[in-house]
C-alpha cells in the first residue's frame, strides 16, 4: 500500500521564479494538507483541500497556491521566489474524519532557492 | 504565532529509561493533540493522539498525558530503547487545522 508520494524529491530554483510541487496521497485518502519546514523548526501549515477546494489556510502569503485535482492528487504553486522559501515542503494526506489517526505525510521536496 | 511550543530542543535518556517529552500551547480550543516521530530523510510518523475530552491515553510503550488547566501535555515512553532514537514533534489540531512545534531531538543510549 503506497503511501504519499511527493516529486520531486529535491529542487533547485533562482529567486524570481516559479516552483510546482506535487503530491498523491494515500489510497483511501481525500484531504491533503501542505507544510513548509524550515531547518531546525517544526512544519508549518500552508493550506489544505478537501473536494478541489482550500479549505484552511495559514499565514501565507498569496504567492503560495494549490490545487487538488479529482483523484485527490494535489500541487503546491509557489510564484516570485525569495530565498526565504528554501525549505523542506511536506504534503499530508488524510481521511477527512479522522483526525485523531493522524495524517500521512510524504518524505517532503526540498527547495533551494539561490 | 507560536501556538504551539516544545521548549526541550534535546533529550538524552539512558536504554531502559522512561523519556519524557514536553509541550506546551496557547490556544485552548484545539480539539485534538497528537505526537509524531520523525526520522532523517522521512516525513513525520504519527505516533498517538489524544481528544481534547481526556486526560490520558495509552498505546503500548507510548503514554500521553494532558493537562488543559495548563494547556500542557506529554508523552511517556517506557521502556525507552535506542530505536526510539529520532524527533519527537508536537502537534495541536483546531478542525483539522493542525499546529507543530519546533521538535525535540530524542537520544537513547545503549
Given at each position: 500500500d503506497a503511501g504519499v508520494t511527493q516529486s520531486p524529491t529535491h529542487l533547485i530554483k533562482t529567486r524570481g521564479q516559479q516552483v510546482t510541487l506535487r503530491c498523491s496521497p494515500k489510497s483511501g485518502h481525500d484531504t491533503v494538507s501542505?507544510?513548509?519546514?524550515?531547518?531546525?523548526?517544526?512544519?508549518?501549515?500552508?493550506?489544505?483541500?478537501?473536494?478541489?477546494?482550500?479549505?484552511?489556510?495559514?499565514?501565507?502569503?498569496?504567492?503560495?497556491?494549490?490545487?487538488?485535482?479529482?483523484?485527490?492528487?494535489?500541487?503546491?504553486?509557489?510564484?516570485?521566489?525569495?530565498?526565504g522559501d528554501s525549505a523542506l515542503y511536506l504534503c499530508a494526506s488524510s481521511p477527512t474524519t479522522s483526525i485523531g489517526y493522524g495524517y500521512t505525510f510524504g518524505s517532503g521536496t526540498r527547495l533551494t532557492v539561490v | 504565532d507560536q501556538q504551539v511550543k516544545q521548549n526541550s530542543p534535546s533529550l538524552s535518556v539512558?536504554?531502559?529509561r522512561i523519556s519524557i517529552l514536553n509541550c506546551d500551547y496557547t490556544n485552548s480550543m484545539f480539539d485534538y493533540f497528537l505526537w509524531y516521530k520523525k526520522y532523517p530523510a522521512e516525513g513525520p510518523t504519527f505516533l498517538i493522539s489524544i481528544s481534547s475530552i481526556k486526560d490520558k491515553n495509552e498505546d503500548g510503550r507510548f503514554t500521553v498525558f494532558l493537562n488543559k488547566s495548563a494547556k500542557h501535555l506529554s508523552l511517556h515512553i517506557v521502556p525507552s530503547q535506542p530505536g526510539d532514537s529520532a524527533v519527537y514533534f508536537?502537534?495541536?489540531?483546531l478542525f483539522g487545522d493542525m499546529r507543530f512545534g519546533a521538535g525535540t531531538r530524542l537520544t537513547v543510549k545503549p
Open positions: 501542505w507544510y513548509q519546514q524550515a531547518l531546525g523548526q517544526g512544519p508549518q501549515f500552508i493550506f489544505q483541500y478537501y473536494e478541489e477546494e482550500e479549505r484552511q489556510r495559514g499565514n501565507f502569503p498569496d504567492r503560495f497556491s494549490g490545487h487538488q485535482f479529482p483523484n485527490y492528487s494535489s500541487e503546491l504553486n509557489v510564484n516570485a521566489l525569495l530565498l | 539512558q536504554e531502559g508536537c502537534a495541536a489540531s
